[in-house]
């Protein structure tokens, strides 16, 4: 059974922390240079399936005692929003992007597609659902919420980035994402404390 609840925190943070995230920019820049809904394709793909590796990931930490397991997502929690903080917004992370020659469908989807999975590989949003997935023990919400977020993010990044990022600064939803994640760290250690 889905937990409208679960589903929509996970959505709500992984929107957040994805917003100034590389990727999203990656998808913005394919996105004025091809056709919109053969790059959605590609990057949704690879959001699903780094979606399924992290929803896998945070599963297996399920198995670990309670007290452990908060500990252990709380203090990720926690470094991830010191990261947050510390990266620089609007930074591309050195995310090449490559264009293919012709404007094939599976030309440019597999060029967003090729992007996001090499891109997202240990990044936060990832370690995030794996976090949240074992917190919540709720596989299925948490993997929804999760592609959902990263899905919302990469079309709003391909079709509406621009318009978007000259009306809310990255360093405000880059902050945002980061409270709530302090939030959620405390929250966990504090579990892990009273048991």
């Known amino acids: 059974m889905i937990s409208f609840t679960v589903l929509a925190l996970v ?3 992984v929107f957040l922390a994805e917003l100034p995230d590389k990727t999203a920019l990656a998808g913005l820049v394919l996105g004025t240079r091809y056709r919109a809904s053969y790059v959605f394709v590609g990057v949704a793909a690879a959001f699903a ?6 929803v896998a990931a945070g599963s297996v930490l399920t198995l670990l005692p309670q007290r452990i397991l908060h500990a252990l ?6 470094g991830g929003a010191v990261l947050l903080l510390m990266a ?3 930074a591309d992370g050195g995310a090449e992007i490559r264009e293919p020659e012709n404007q094939s469908f599976w030309k440019v989807s597999g060029a967003g597609f ?3 999975l090499v891109a997202e590989f240990g990044d936060l949003t990832q370690i995030m ?7 919540y023990d709720d596989p ?3 993997g929804l919420g999760a592609v959902l977020a990263l ?3 990469a079309g709003i990044g391909i079709v509406g980035g621009k318009a978007l990022m000259k009306r809310v600064p990255l360093a405000l939803i880059t902050k945002i994402a980061a409270l709530l994640m302090l939030g959620l760290g405390a929250w966990s250690l504090g579990e892990a404390v009273t048991g």
């Open 11 to 13: 959505f709500g943070v």
């Open 49 to 54: 399936l780094h979606v399924v590796l992290a």
């Open 73 to 78: 997502t709380g203090a990720l929690f926690l």
């Open 88 to 90: 620089r917004a609007g």
């Open 114 to 116: 090729m992007l996001i």
């Open 129 to 135: 659902t794996a976090n949240l997935a074992a917190q």
């Open 140 to 142: 299925l919400s948490v």
């Open 151 to 153: 899905w919302a993010v």
